[in-house]
């Protein structure tokens, strides 16, 4: 997902794309974070949505 949104992003020049490629890595962080500790994924979603 994140290649795909690197490359939409590299196409396009959407700063909206940008920041969700930024949210996706971010989460990805997390996750392999989380795995390495044995802690539950905690999610960073938006309740707005």
């Not at 490629?21 to 500790?37: G, I, M, P, R, T």
């Amino acid at each position: 997902m994140i290649d795909f949104t690197w490359k939409l992003f590299s196409q396009t020049g959407s700063i909206e794309t940008y920041l969700l490629l930024k949210e996706l890595e971010k989460n990805e962080s997390n996750v392999v974070k989380a795995d390495q500790h044995g802690e539950p994924e905690t999610s960073s979603a938006n309740p707005e949505c």
